[in-house]
């Protein structure tokens, strides 16, 4: 890569080299012409024709060596393009559920597509457009004032300088007039959707008068704000192309009274023009550059502070791949809480032996999913410990963690791709025989096979073509097929209806045979068969004990219990 980087910035010095050479041959061959031609030898031998088809081949030589710039330079730019993108998505993925569930995820894929844009826009623009762009000048400027006079310099010069604080000051203007349009448009589509989106209020109340008002009303600031954008453009325009035609006719102007005084040649009076040509072009599109570049800063600055978020979870310098061999969980006086002035967990202590199904109940904020996300360690536990065949989970690497426990969450959010991808997602390298037998145990196999395209079947966003049932099962598939020793089943059927949640519920008990299974249940009905009970209630264990013996302490399990009954039985 780095070769590529130096023949990419000499193709650039060869182009520039070329670009400020071709005007001497459009000057020799008008000098041939007019009969004032008196330079080297191979310039008098080319003769008119020649110098002229020479001065084309400048041309194209100069586009030739920008194009090679290009070619070779690509692979750099769109290298270094995709390592910055892979590592601000992985960075993104490293951050804490606490920092994704208080972002959207939509802004957080706005940051990383605009702030790897800004990127490429300014490597492009900085290397190939304004770098390039000084070089010029500054090699136009010198020959000028060497081969000419330094007074054309000091005019080439004050013209540019004028033109680029003229163009940067009055961009700056209209910067904040274009956010305020921005705003504006902003405002009005809002009141817009707003006013379509509650089509049957406005119609209950009779308000259709009123939202036109107000959305005509937004809809005049934006106007007025559209037309000062308009006005400001023609504004800098004109004057961009004042301060240049200024200088050009200044610098003609001098170079008139130089051929009129007989120490220049009427070439030299063309090749002066088209230096003046070839320096005024480039020119006429810093306002825009410039304001693009301002708009790359920020959006790279977004980023760079996304980049900058701390990892809240992080695996130890040195930690050890989890070693399973039982696959008892333990929670050892565990507090923790999400905000340290709210507890939710205060002193939680719970031994799990191997192959128990142990199920955790409780009302609406009394901690029982927050166990869940710290033995899956999306979040650190404050106080205690959580280990697993004694293990502590934060000496552990997080992908050693993450494989040994699966999760069956409420409701099974599939990726927009096809059953079959869905459910290998457990376990990428299985055999499509794994696969199906994963289906068949999930009792989902029968259904994939009666649909027009079986496992290659699309799914839709988050699975939205499947019905809820169905996506269970393919959630429950896709576990099965990654083998966990722990299993989690967070609320697994809460959102399905009767009929389906108990059908579901057989597979579920079948699934945890053999395996360490942690219920977080909302439902009494569907935890019955646990082994044991945990009720928790303000962040702490208030009962354990089977179904039956909690039933018979007639305490706060038995009163969940039979409120639920009662609620089932009124509906």
């Known amino acids: ?57 400048a041309r194209l030589m100069n586009v030739g060596f920008q194009q090679l710039r290009d070619v070779i330079f690509a692979r750099v730019g769109q290298r270094a393009l995709r390592r910055l993108a892979l590592e601000t998505f992985q960075h993104i993925h490293r951050l804490s ?43 136009i400027a010198g020959f000028l ?41 902003t405002d009005a589509n809002q009141k817009a959707i707003d006013s379509l989106l509650n089509f049957e209020t406005v119609k209950y109340f009779g308000a259709e008068a009123r939202e036109a008002g107000r959305y005509d009303g937004a809809m005049r600031l934006y106007e007025k ?77 977004e980023m760079f502070d996304l980049l900058d978020q701390p990892q809240e979870v992080a695996d130890k310098p040195g930690a050890k791949d989890l070693d399973v061999s039982a696959g008892q969980v333990a929670l050892e006086d565990v507090v923790f809480g999400y905000e340290a002035a709210r507890p939710i967990l205060k002193g939680v ?62 409701d099974t959010v599939l990726f927009n791709d096809t059953i079959f991808y869905n459910i290998a997602y457990g376990r990428p390298e299985a055999s499509r025989s794994e696969i199906e037998a994963a289906a068949k145990a999930a009792k989902i196999h029968d259904f994939i096979s009666s649909l027009p395209d079986g496992y290659e079947t699309t799914v839709g966003e988050r699975g939205l073509k499947l019905s809820g049932g ?22 697994a059927t809460s959102a399905l209806d009767s009929e389906t949640e108990a059908e579901i519920q057989h597979e579920l008990r079948e699934m945890g045979q053999g395996r360490t299974v942690l219920t977080i249940a909302h439902r009494l009905s569907t935890i019955v068969h646990a082994d044991r009970i945990v009720v928790l209630q303000d962040g702490v264990i208030a009962e354990v004990g089977s179904h ?23 509906a």
Request: glycine share 10%; charged share 20%.
């Open 1 to 57: 890569m780095k070769y590529r980087v130096v023949f990419a910035m000499l193709a650039l010095i060869a182009s520039k080299l070329v670009a400020t050479g071709s005007p001497l041959l459009y000057k020799f061959a008008v000098d041939a012409l007019a009969g004032d031609l008196d330079g080297p030898a191979a310039m008098l031998a080319l003769g008119a024709v020649g110098l002229t088809v020479a001065y084309g081949l």
């Open 97 to 139: 559920m606490r920092y994704h569930i208080t972002r959207k995820t939509g802004g957080l894929s706005r940051i990383m597509e605009r702030g790897v844009k800004g990127v490429e826009f300014l490597l492009r623009f900085l290397l190939f457009s304004i770098g390039p762009l000084i070089l010029e000048l500054m090699m």
């Open 145 to 185: 004032a060497w081969y000419l006079d330094a007074w054309y310099l000091l005019v080439i010069g004050l013209t540019i300088a004028l033109y680029i604080w003229f163009t940067f000051k009055v961009t700056e203007w209209r910067v904040q007039i274009r956010k305020e349009m921005n705003d504006q448009d």
């Open 225 to 301: 704000a559209a037309l000062r954008t308009s006005y400001s453009l023609a504004f800098l325009n004109f004057g961009q192309s004042f301060l240049i035609t200024t200088g050009l006719v200044v610098v003609m102007v001098m170079a008139a009274m130089g051929v009129q005084n007989g120490t220049l040649t009427v070439g030299d009076f063309v090749m002066v023009n088209a230096y003046m040509i070839q320096i005024t072009m480039p020119l006429n599109f810093l306002g825009t550059v410039y304001r693009e570049i301002r708009q790359a800063l920020v959006d790279m600055g």
């Open 349 to 410: 202590s719970l031994s799990v032996r191997a192959g128990e199904t142990v199920a955790i109940v409780g009302p609406s904020g009394s901690g029982k999913s927050t166990i869940g996300r710290l033995l899956f360690r999306f979040y650190d536990v404050n106080g205690g410990a959580l280990r697993i065949d004694g293990q502590d989970v934060r000496d552990v690497t997080q992908e050693s963690l993450h494989a040994q426990i699966g999760v069956v969450p409420q």
């Open 470 to 491: 169905e996506k269970q099962r393919v959630g429950i598939a896709r576990t099965l097929l990654k083998n966990p020793p722990i299993l989690l089943l967070d609320e």
């Open 548 to 570: 039956d013996a909690l039933l018979e302490e007639n305490g706060r399990y038995a009163a969940l219990w039979h409120r639920q009954m009662a609620e089932e039985d009124a």
